[in-house]
Nanobody
Framework: ELLESGGGLVQTGGSLRLSCAVSGNIFTIGAMGWYRQTPGRQRELVATITTAGDTNYADSVKGRFTISRDDDKKMTYLQMTSLKPDDTAVYYC???????????????WGQGTQVTVSS
């Protein structure tokens, strides 16, 4: 199970840090990512990070958001700064491959955490 935390209500210009933890007996994790979705729109990529630490960001968040990972803790984080009302969405954590004793799991998603930025 993936569990996100850290969402909430913040004013424009504020900051939040999202966390995502995977539970269970996991050996290794592939790429990790954060996505977001607003009502009536498709889920969109926010940021990803590979096992090598290479990162990729949506143009709309470059310079404001930072993704990181801690493989020992089996977690990924999204530090969000200079938040704007357009960042309001449900944010989802994704892990593209989990190695478990039962074999690999692919494309694993969390339940989402709401981020609301007030103007």
């Amino acid at each position: 199970e993936l569990l996100e935390s850290g969402g909430g209500l913040v004013q424009t210009g504020g900051s939040l840090r999202l966390s995502c933890a995977v539970s269970g007996n996991i050996f290794t994790i592939g790429a990790m990512g954060w996505y977001r979705q607003t009502p009536g729109r498709q889920r969109e990529l926010v940021a990803t990070i590979t096992t090598a630490g290479d990162t990729n960001y949506a143009d709309s968040v470059k310079g404001r958001f930072t993704i990181s990972r801690d493989d020992d803790k089996k977690m990924t984080y999204l530090q969000m700064t200079s938040l704007k009302p357009d960042d309001t969405a449900v944010y989802y954590c994704n892990m593209d491959r989990l190695e478990t004793p039962m074999g690999p799991l692919y494309d694993y998603w969390g339940q989402g955490t709401q981020v609301t930025v007030s103007s």
